[in-house]
Each structure stands twice: as structure tokens, then as C-alpha cells.
């Protein structure tokens, strides 16, 4: 039987890992008990309970939980407009080919079987041409190379 991932391992995985939690300097994120300057998503709501309840300027706060000014001022605002799921992490740009759709996926497999030796960047241009898309030759490496794993 397979043990649970920790919570550590969970954070790592949601995104939600603090990179540093060792710049923390809060006390009450030192005992272990409940406080985990591990969690994210934890140590930035504790970051705006600490200004709004306890009466703490920003910039202290800040320092105190190991954030810069820009970032407290980021959470603020994602606390303010969408609660406590503003402050989970957010995917940051398109993940995926979402440009190689499977039309374009289907012209790169034609024109590979007329001609296997044909490079990346010579795809992306006859995709410019022929499906008027412009698609970075690395983003097509990338996607052949997935195509080709098992």
C-alpha cells in the first residue's frame, strides 16, 4: 500500500510550496503547531490578517512574512476582487500547444510522411503560408517530440 503524498508534496504539485519560507519572521509561523510557512496561499492571508486586524502598516507586514511591497499589494488586490481563492497560485501564460490544434498537427504529419527531413522552421513557414498561423519552430519541436514519446 502506497503512503499519502505529504502536504509539502501536495503544495509542490498545486504550485502553493512557499519558495522561501525561511524569510518568515513571524513568530507564530516558528512553533509548527498550526501556523505552515510552507502554504502559500496560509502565510499571505495571515500577511493581509496582519495589517487588517492586528493594525500593522504594509510595509511591515511584508517584511514580516518575507514578501516585498509589490507582492503584498498583488495579494491585497486578488483577496479583495475573488476572496481566499485569489490567493492561490495562478497558471502563468497558455500551457500546451494550444496554437497546434489538430488541424495544424494534422498538415505537420502531411507534410512529414512527403518529406521526413524537413526542419522546424521550414514547418512553421508553410504553416504561416498555407493556415495564414504563426507558430514558433520550437513549439512544433516540442509537440513532435511528445507525439513521439509512448
Do not use: C
Not at 498537427?105 to 512529414?112: D, K, T, Y
Request: charged residues 30%; hydrophobic residues 35%; without cysteine.
Amino acid at each position: 500500500m502506497t503512503k499519502p503524498p505529504s502536504k509539502r508534496d501536495r503544495l509542490r504539485e498545486l504550485g502553493g510550496l512557499n519558495p522561501h519560507p525561511d524569510r518568515i519572521q513571524a513568530p507564530w509561523f516558528r512553533s509548527g503547531d498550526f501556523f505552515d510557512p510552507d502554504d502559500m496561499v496560509q502565510v499571505k492571508y495571515e500577511m493581509l490578517r496582519h495589517v487588517q486586524v492586528d493594525g500593522a502598516s504594509k510595509a511591515e507586514a511584508a517584511a514580516l512574512f518575507g514578501m516585498s511591497r509589490p507582492t503584498f499589494y498583488q495579494a491585497e488586490s486578488a483577496f479583495a476582487s475573488e476572496g481566499l481563492p485569489g490567493l492561490l497560485p495562478k497558471q502563468r501564460g497558455p500551457k500546451g500547444a494550444h496554437k497546434l490544434n489538430s488541424t495544424v498537427m494534422a498538415f505537420i504529419e502531411e507534410r512529414l510522411q512527403h518529406d521526413n527531413t524537413i526542419h522546424a522552421r521550414a514547418l512553421a513557414q508553410e504553416i504561416e503560408t498555407a493556415l495564414d498561423l504563426s507558430v514558433h519552430p520550437r513549439s512544433i519541436e516540442r509537440a513532435l517530440a511528445r507525439k513521439k514519446k509512448p
